[in-house]
């Protein structure tokens, strides 16, 4: 059957942007990148994938779901509601321009939590009465709006759902290798604060947002790939988010210890790729920047420290 969701991605790639999934993979003190293309799987399958390929063993934290009962008079409603969420955001987010890249590099940046720390921030988000994915997407946006001057601005956020559990797919099934994977967008403004957002979160979820993005996403059954080639430039060249915001949940490794950090795909519309992973009770974060987009090294590993900061001075 073939990966409606991946051809996406595959499009991507044919219009010079392209998507692949990468993890720093820590072992026996050692480091190594190692890339999976997303038009054959997502996160969680790249996952599996790359533990499979390197001889140990992954397995998340199970979350369960109930899957919402899909008519075609919901199904159509949810491509309606998608076509307006997703409605274009512009290109005045930035103060600067920059071009499309030309070529492939990766710029990033990570940062690795003690367990004892990312404990800590599990008991800080407890006590506001919130998700530590909200604590870390609050304190991202605070470190990134303040940086580039946007805080005035609405700032658009992709937020990238598994759909796994939704879809009846086990989620801690290793052989379950492809795109099970769906997004919403959140706009954030500047009268944002931590349980703002966290409303915001579950008011998207609950309004089915994900579940929009997924059927729209299946397109390519009814439509020739050259009309989503179409769908997706427009949509790759016609908006600025601020970027991605991906969360992979918690992981625990068989054999220990390893360390596995998500390094996520910047695209042209959303130049700032932010990706997080619980795994073996550390909290590892990283960033990695678009090709073109005007932010060194330095000035990247400051922003990570600063993000580090953000969240034990919340």
């Known amino acids: 059957m073939k990966d409606y969701v991946g051809q ?32 054959i799987t997502d996160g969680a399958g790249a996952l599996f994938h790359i533990a499979t390929e390197n001889g140990f063993t992954v397995t998340p934290k199970i979350s369960k779901s109930n899957p919402p009962k899909m008519n ?4 159509f409603l949810n491509i309606v ?12 987010l930035w103060n600067f321009k920059f071009p499309k890249a030309m070529e492939s590099s990766i710029r990033y940046a990570t940062l690795s939590l003690s367990a004892s720390e990312t404990q800590q921030l599990h008991e800080k988000a407890r006590s506001k009465n919130i998700s530590l994915n909200t604590l870390l997407l609050f304190c991202l946006d605070t470190i990134i709006s303040k940086k580039f001057g946007v805080h005035h601005k609405t700032r658009s956020w992709w ?32 009268s944002l604060s931590p349980e703002l957002l966290q409303k915001k979160i579950s008011e998207a979820l609950k309004q089915q947002r994900h579940w929009g993005t997924w059927w729209w996403q299946q397109l390519g059954r ?16 016609n908006n600025q988010h601020v970027g991605a915001f ?18 996520g795909n910047p695209l042209y519309s959303h130049p700032l790729c932010c990706s997080c992973i619980q795994f073996n009770k ?24 600063d993000w580090k900061q953000n969240l034990f001075d919340l």
Not at 295 to 305: A, C, R
């Open 246 to 263: 991906t969360n992979l949940g918690e992981w625990t490794s068989t054999p220990l210890p390893i360390q596995m950090t998500p390094i």
């Open 222 to 237: 009814y439509l020739p790939h050259a009309v989503i080639r179409y769908i997706a430039y427009k949509k790759l060249f």
């Open 8 to 39: 996406w991605f595959e499009a991507y790639r044919e219009l010079g942007e392209p998507y692949d999934i990468n993890f720093l993979v820590e072992q026996n003190g050692s480091q190594k990148l190692i890339s999976v293309s997303h038009e």
């Open 282 to 305: 550390r909290l590892n974060l990283a960033i990695r920047v678009y090709p073109t987009f005007p932010l060194d090294q330095n000035t990247l590993n400051i922003m990570m420290q």
């Open 81 to 92: 509601k998608f076509l307006y969420w997703s409605r274009s955001r512009g290109n005045n």
């Open 72 to 75: 075609f008079g919901k199904y």
């Open 159 to 190: 937020i990238p759902v598994s759909m796994r559990p939704d879809l009846g797919i086990a989620p801690n099934d290793p052989t379950a290798i492809r795109n099970y994977v769906s997004n919403f967008t959140l706009d954030l403004k500047n």
